[in-house]
């Protein structure tokens, strides 16, 4: 198996392909690395690499790893489901969230995001697969969510995240649906920069549909334990 610094070298060499077959500017499209269930160690390769920014889903885990990796000059993107008895440790700890999808998670983080630290950076999760079970809003639900969320304060909307299902169909049909409500949202006046969409197996296919940032995690740190080491 090839090192992190290997892996992390031939991801960016996938999005810089993507961005270009594409016929979009070179790195507009941003990495961020997805380093749940792999150690603070793995991490600091990666950042020896010229990596910074850094997504983690699982709370407890992720906060122990922050303090380890303290002397580093990291972003830190929470990407996990979004409960409320963890929302103050989250406003308190990370610069970004990604699974932002009701109104009232929203307000917490606004409430609990301390003052004296910059806003927390907010994508609204949309249920652009439609799936039940999953979480994120729903498409039609999206727009007033994300007025909710601009209106707030202590918090920037930065844009949308999804995560769409693995189906038979197309699959850039779901971030085409995903990227055109981000542009009807910009329409609607948003100031958004962010479409976090695309992960180790599809970042092609959401390159090509207008992402800016993938969040890629097996791709650079190898292949995880098939059940999180805690739950999440
Ligand atoms: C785990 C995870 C990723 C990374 O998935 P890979 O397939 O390992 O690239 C991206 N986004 C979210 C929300 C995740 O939970």
């Not at 380093?35 to 709370?59: P, V």
């Not at 969320?149 to 995560?163: C, D, F, T, Y």
């Amino acid at each position: 198996m090839a090192d992190i610094q290997t892996r992390l070298a031939d991801v960016r060499q996938r999005i810089r392909i993507a961005e270009k077959a594409a016929d979009r500017p070179a790195q507009c499209v941003r990495l961020l690395a997805v380093s749940k269930t792999f150690d603070a160690q793995a991490i600091r390769l990666a950042h020896a690499a010229g990596q910074h920014e850094f997504g983690e889903n699982y709370l407890q885990e992720a906060l122990t790893k922050r303090e380890q990796l303290a002397d580093l000059p990291l972003v830190w993107h929470f990407i996990g489901p979004l409960q409320s008895n963890k929302t103050r440790a989250v406003a308190e700890a990370f610069d970004w969230v990604h699974g932002v999808d009701r109104e009232k998670i929203a307000v917490r983080l606004a409430e609990q995001r301390p003052a004296g630290l910059p806003p927390l950076q907010i994508c609204v999760q949309v249920n652009i697969s439609g799936e039940a079970s999953k979480s994120g809003c729903a498409p039609a639900d999206t727009a007033a969510l994300c007025a909710a969320v601009a209106r707030l304060p202590r918090l920037r909307l930065r844009g949308l995240m999804a995560i769409p299902e693995p189906g038979a169909g197309d699959p850039r049909a779901p971030f085409h649906a995903l990227h055109a409500l981000y542009e009807s949202l910009q329409r609607q006046g948003h100031a958004l920069d962010t479409l976090s969409a695309g992960m180790s197996d599809d970042l092609e296919a959401a390159i090509a549909e207008g992402s800016t940032l993938v969040r890629v995690g097996s791709a650079i740190f190898g292949s995880r334990p098939r059940k999180p080491v805690q739950a999440p």
